[in-house]
């Protein structure tokens, strides 16, 4: 079947161009520079007139809760809702329950995927202080890095063994993301609060940035960082959270020259102390949404190029879960639904241009974690495409959010952006409002 999406502003590869894309099946066949005028030969011929049409998000962080936490969240509400987000792929997180720290158990959670994952697919590798020696065993175009929690978060799999930790980074064959918050101080940062507070066993969450402290991230994404230097390992330090951390990267902008990325989340993007006073233990994560200097320099910084990848860290729980406040209330936030068009809100601010949204959200996963013929509009490729519109004006309310758990911390916000389509391998998974049934993605391949 032969699909015309035409004249879109297609964003691609560092340029925009009014013109045309041909689907055949799962495929892009052809790019054109202009629109077409005969369209009368495509089986199905989608006016993009006035939208823009970009590569599908490639969301290199989500936690998706299935198995084992699926009162929260499971793969098929949450692919749902990244479809409605203009998310095509994304890789998952092992904090599970239980967590994916064997071949065994990574197998399983592909099984689930295939059957019910309405986008494509890919899900990390956990480490543990005791599975090293599993690392040299996995398969490199079917696991597309390993996580490490060199901090304690949801799931509790911190790496905290030296030993461990430098065995991990010496036989990783695969990239690994780092969660990194110093243990040691988040501790200390505690028991100083415990003192403060006479005992009591929780604080206003508007503390946890400073229990959960810069200097807590700063100290572990440098161990990192010296440990990747020593060993030659391939790292990604994920969710970047402070200003302070910037310094220990690169402004290199070609993500294929880096042997140490980074990634920051909408989160921190999006969000900052101040919001704390509003939206309270909803915009509670780790690492802590920090102050608004530090969401401004990491604004900055997805220009400039020390941060390589936006993704969500999309990692529902329930409302009542979030209950409490620096140490009770869960940590994490539903954000797969909101991430493109908070990006797209952030370029219309002119923090960057739509071209390097382009580039942190689809392009760099694609090239970081080589995923096979995704990530660009290429002829040849997945026909994985978004079309947004950029001047729908509209506000997020109940019954336009999609993820199980059943709130957002976008809430009553409104978008100048909206995701009008999805195409997830040349089909359409979401179209205005409605996610496609029966829509399954595939397992995503990397070219090791
Ligand atoms: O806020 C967070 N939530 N940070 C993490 O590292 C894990 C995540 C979760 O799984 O809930
Ligand atoms: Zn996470």
Same mark, same amino acid.
């Given at each position: ?7 879109? %502003? ?28 005969? %369209? ?75 059957e019910k994952s ?172 920090k102050t608004p ?8 910084a997805l220009a ?86 950029? %001047? ?57």
């Amino acid at each position: 079947m032969l699909t015309l999406i035409n004249n879109a %502003t297609i964003v691609n590869e560092g340029r925009q161009f009014v013109g045309a894309v041909v689907i055949d099946g799962e495929y892009i066949i052809d790019v054109l520079q202009q629109p077409l005028a005969d %369209t009368e030969h495509f089986d199905n011929v989608v006016d993009a007139t006035g939208l823009y049409l970009l590569p599908g998000v490639i969301d290199d962080h989500v936690h998706f809760r299935e198995p084992g936490l699926t009162h929260k969240a499971d793969i098929a509400t949450e692919s749902r809702t990244a479809a409605a987000g203009g998310v095509t792929s994304y890789m998952e997180m092992p904090n599970t329950l239980p967590p994916t720290t064997t071949p065994d158990l990574l197998a399983e959670k592909h099984r689930l995927a295939e059957e019910k994952s309405r986008v494509n697919y890919s899900f990390f590798f956990g480490t543990t202080n005791e599975n090293a020696y599993l690392l040299p065993t996995l398969d490199v175009h079917h696991v597309p890095g390993i996580k490490i929690f060199m901090g304690s978060s949801t799931g509790n799999m911190l790496v905290d063994d030296d030993d461990a930790l430098r065995q991990i980074f010496l036989s990783s064959p695969v990239r690994i993301v780092a969660h990194c918050e110093d243990d040691r101080i988040i501790q200390q940062n505690i028991a100083e609060f415990r003192r403060k507070y006479k005992g009591q066993n929780d604080f206003p969450v508007r503390y946890h940035s400073r229990i959960r402290s810069i200097e807590a991230c700063y100290e572990s994404s440098a161990k990192a960082v010296a440990l990747a230097r020593d060993t030659g390992a391939r790292l990604h330090v994920a969710h970047v959270s402070s200003a302070r951390e910037l310094e220990l990267f690169s402004d290199e902008l070609d993500v294929t020259q880096k042997q140490i990325t980074a990634e920051a989340v909408i989160a921190h993007l999006m969000f900052s102390t101040e919001d704390y006073d509003h939206l309270g233990a909803k915009i509670k994560c780790n690492p802590a949404v920090k102050t608004p200097e530090d969401r401004e320099a990491l604004r900055e910084a997805l220009a400039m190029g020390q941060i390589d990848v936006v993704a969500t860290d999309h990692a529902p729980h329930l409302l009542r879960e979030k209950e409490g406040g620096a140490l009770k209330a869960a940590s994490g936030m539903p954000m797969i639904q909101f991430s493109l068009v908070s990006m797209l809100e952030l370029s219309d601010q002119g923090y960057f241009p739509v071209e390097r949204v382009v580039q942190l959200m689809c392009h760099n996963p694609a090239l970081l974690y080589h995923i096979d013929r995704r990530g660009f509009i290429r002829k040849g490729y997945y026909a994985d495409l978004v079309l947004v519109d950029p %001047t729908a004006n509209w506000q997020v309310l109940s019954g336009r959010y999609y993820t199980k758990c059943g709130w957002t911390p976008m809430d009553e916000r409104t978008f100048k952006w909206r995701v009008r389509r999805t195409f997830v391998n040349g089909k359409t998974a979401y179209a205005d409002g409605i996610v496609v049934d029966g829509i399954r993605g595939m397992a995503l391949k990397f070219d090791a």
